[in-house]
């Protein structure tokens, strides 16, 4: 059974970074292709970045494009979201996902298995 933990949320001012991890376990996740969505209070859950099983191909969404970066380390089976400049309206639960292809994915409907989450809190 695939297992995602995610970890590196906290708590950090308008401006500052943070460097969210994705430990994924019980999975074949040197094929998978790997994503971050986030959840605001009261919104929709929002798709944020993916990657492809090889990390040769990213996609990002309007509000991490320029800011955000998706990585991936295939020897430690852990996917990365760097976080530049942030917003108090990135404020959210961040979730790590897998899916079952080899590649990248912009719908959370793509994906399979899903993460507790993450909360990232930024203050102005």
């Known amino acids: 059974q695939v297992q995602l933990v995610e970890s590196g949320g906290g708590l950090v001012q308008a401006g500052g970074s943070l460097r969210l991890s994705c430990a994924a376990s019980g999975g074949t996740f040197g094929t998978a292709g790997m994503g971050w969505f986030r959840q605001a209070p009261g919104k929709e859950r929002e798709f944020v970045a993916a990657?492809?099983?090889?990390?040769?191909?990213?996609d990002y969404g309007d509000s991490a494009k320029g800011r955000f970066t998706i990585s991936r380390d295939a020897t430690k089976n852990t996917v990365y979201l760097q976080m530049n400049s942030l917003k108090p309206e990135d404020t959210a639960v961040y979730y790590c996902?897998?899916?079952?292809?080899?590649?990248?994915?912009?719908?959370?409907?793509?994906?399979?298995?899903w993460g507790q989450g993450t909360q990232v809190t930024v203050s102005s």
């Open positions: 990657i492809n099983w090889s990390g040769t191909h990213t």
């Open positions: 996902a897998r899916r079952l292809t080899y590649y990248s994915s912009s719908r959370a409907a793509d994906f399979a298995s």
